[in-house]
């Protein structure tokens, strides 16, 4: 986690863009600031205590091609609990924030799905195979194991 010579988080740079929110949670416990761009590339600067939420956060931005930006310090000697809650809960708010009306969501294209969609029209061409399928004989069940 980088800390500025104050002992303060680094300034966060500002989202660009339409579906973009900030949110920031200041409890007794923890300050968590969060931006989010919905509509972003995939980078995601994470400066929180937790390392393993660090690399969830990261996961989180890559593979949902958001922008996700978070600083966020808290009571970490006692337990993680109080962190991972507050910036849950922030960036919870943040992604409904960004997604204002919610008549959009967050919708990408798959190139998986096109991947399938051409296994089927080359399974479709192929000849049925007339492999016989070997499959073990049934054990008898006593009567007390069905319903």
Known sequence: MAQAANGSLPPLPDVQGERTAVVRRQTKETSVEVRLNIDGTGICVANTPVGFLNHMLDQIASHGLFD????????????????????????????????????????????????????????????????????????????????
């Open 68 to 147: 996700v930006y978070v600083n966020a310090q808290g009571d970490t000697w006692i337990d993680d609990h109080h962190t991972v809650e507050d910036i849950a809960l922030a960036f919870g708010t943040a992604l409904s924030q960004a997604l204002k009306d919610r008549k959009v969501g967050v919708r990408r294209r798959c190139p998986a799905a096109r991947r399938r969609g051409a296994w089927r029209r080359s399974m479709r061409r192929r000849p049925p195979t007339s492999r016989p399928l070997a499959a073990p004989p049934l054990q008898p069940r006593p009567s007390a194991l069905l319903p």
